[in-house]
């Protein structure tokens, strides 16, 4: 490998691509709530967050804190977004305090925002001034299909 070609590299490298940059839409405070449905019982519990999505230095990589309460259950996480070249899906990573963790694909097509896991999915739009994100989340049930478990909406924390 020539100089010239380890420079390349490394400009590319040090550049993140368009795909990461349509993720600033979410940088910054957001207030979250939401009903979360009991998946045994089907009563439905109070969801309240603060949900906080900065980028690591370097621009690769988007960070997202979760502080937050449902019901009485104190709830927090941090996700890791990035974007996967190979297959063009962006890919979350999260660990919460109840031991949980999770590995998704994710999609962000116009206003839309769509996260898959194995037995997790989202699907969340984004209002016309990108300040309001209302969305659910499904669980894949015994039976093989998705059912209700969160409705949640973030509202942007203008400061």
Do not use: C
Request: proline content about 1%.
């Amino acid at each position: 490998m020539t100089e010239h070609d380890h420079g390349n590299d490394l400009e590319k490298i040090s550049n993140p691509n368009s795909f990461l940059t349509n993720l600033n839409v979410f940088v910054g405070k957001w207030r979250t709530e939401g009903i979360v449905k009991d998946r045994t019982s089907g009563s439905t519990i109070r969801l309240r967050a603060t949900d906080t999505y900065e980028w690591l230095p370097g621009g690769f990589f988007l960070i997202h804190h979760v502080d937050g309460h449902i019901g009485v259950a104190e709830v927090k996480a941090i996700e890791i977004i990035g974007f996967d070249e190979a297959s063009q899906m962006y890919f979350t990573h999260s660990f919460d305090n109840q031991r949980s963790r999770g590995n998704y694909q994710a999609n962000l097509q116009d206003a839309v925002w769509t996260i898959t896991g194995t037995s997790e999915r989202f699907s969340g739009i984004f209002s016309d001034d990108f300040n309001t994100l209302s969305g659910r989340w499904e669980l894949l049930n015994e039976s093989s299909e998705w059912e209700q478990w969160m409705d949640i909406t973030l509202t942007r924390i203008v400061s």
